[in-house]
């Protein structure tokens, strides 16, 4: 009897060495259920089983009688080993804030003295005046950044495995949080922080395990789009640089952009409606839909309306950076026609002329603007996962 408990004790701490992390990384099966709340209750409650079955283990050892059979000496050895090199690997190399980790330095440069190339994608974000671009090469492996743009904490974030950018608020409960990245959900990043010790699934905002379930991060505007094309918009802007410590690991990254990276888990699908087929994901109140890349691609501009907000999505020659805006103007929905080789396009209604920027530089509503709406260029089994109900355009 004293056998079979130090065997099953020694099992079971080895099974729960392994769930704690397998459910939370992206390991195969492991992102397909519903498995947080297990893997929460035990991330916070590892130390205490832990004891529990080393105590039941050390003890089953000690009165153990020694005409124990010589197999049985060496299955046991073989299990014990085996569970050092577990604990080694899913305490300290699996664990997600022990192999992505945050700049030891974050430095920006002006216009003028940036490194990063022109036609990089970048995450950018404009608060108070004051405009900041973050390489997504760069973020992409950080996974979060936090700033203060125009005197305003940020917190910077992207999953490459969702290909999700967003920026959210990192004050919690009135003071600016912490956080770190400590695992995935249905192979989304997500955050603990430190104070709660709640989850935080990156897409969506909100938290998904312990004391703060269901609370939202007050997320802030940002655009994904080239640097060249943020910097026409936000000459005066800023740019995030590399970290020297990381560059091995921004190489990694350097295909990631067009999605020829090699990693199965971040290559693009080049159909359609594919689970890494690229989509504009944009939602309105309680409604949210998705365009299809290849679709924008093809047409340039997609003219669609949600519940209450006529929509322009528009694609810039470069054909990365994309825009969606509100085209009602002065009570009145715009209708427009594809951008010319200048990248400028007109509306039917007034025959005035537009920039990509969404301003109109000549015609009868010379100096409008177009609204922007918040909008996203994401995964389709991302956007699908955490947008169930989610529409799609083209249908």
């Known amino acids: 009897m004293k056998v079979f408990l130090l065997f099953a004790s020694l099992i079971l701490l080895l099974a729960f060495e392994i769930l704690r992390v397998y459910f939370i990384m992206p390991f195969p099966g ?5 498995t947080i709340g297990f893997a929460y209750w035990l991330g916070r409650n590892i130390f205490w089983v832990r004891g529990v079955l080393l105590a039941v283990a050390a003890y089953a050892l000690l009165t153990i009688s020694y005409g124990v059979a010589m197999w049985k000496k060496l299955v046991l ?10 604990f080694y690997f899913f305490n300290f190399r699996f664990e997600a804030d022990k192999m992505f980790y945050q700049p030891t330095h974050a430095f920006f440069a002006p216009a003028a003295a940036n490194t990063i190339a022109p036609e990089k994608l970048v995450i950018g974000v404009s608060i108070n005046g004051e405009a900041k671009a973050y390489p997504i090469q760069l973020i992409g492996y950080h996974h979060q950044v936090r700033d203060t743009v125009g005197h305003t904490p940020v917190m910077i974030t992207y999953c490459t495995v969702c290909r999700t950018g967003r920026v959210y608020s990192p004050v919690v409960n009135g003071k600016a949080e912490d956080f770190r990245l400590v695992g995935m959900d249905h192979f989304n990043a997500m955050f603990e922080d430190h104070t709660t010790k709640s989850w935080w699934q990156q897409a969506t905002g909100v938290a998904v395990a312990g004391p703060l379930k269901g609370v939202s991060l007050q997320e802030l505007p940002a655009q994904q789009l080239t640097l060249s094309a943020w910097l026409r918009e936000h000459p005066n802007s800023t740019i995030l640089q590399p970290d020297t410590v990381f560059n091995a690991k921004y190489k990694q990254l350097k295909d990631y952009d067009l999605g020829t990276i090699d990693g199965h888990l971040e290559k693009r699908d080049s159909g359609s409606w594919k689970m890494k087929s690229w989509v504009v994901g944009v939602i309105q109140g309680t409604t949210a839909k998705a365009y299809d890349w290849n679709t924008l691609v093809q047409q340039q ?7 209450g907000l006529p929509v322009l999505l528009l694609l810039e020659k470069d054909g990365s950076s994309f825009h969606v805006y509100n085209r009602r103007v002065n009570g009145q929905s715009l209708q427009f026609t594809a951008p010319d080789n200048t990248g400028m396009f007109t509306d039917v209604n007034t025959h005035s002329t537009w920039n990509s920027n969404g301003v109109c530089t000549a015609g009868t ?8 709406v918040q909008s996203y260029q994401e995964f389709w089994h991302s956007w699908q996962n955490f947008h169930p109900a989610t529409m799609r355009y083209p249908g």
């Open 30 to 34: 492991s992102q397909q259920h519903q």
């Open 77 to 86: 050895g073989v299990i014990v080993a085996f569970y050092a090199v577990v």
């Open 301 to 307: 501009i997609i003219q669609d309306s949600l519940p």
């Open 365 to 372: 509503l010379q100096g409008q603007q177009l609204q922007p």
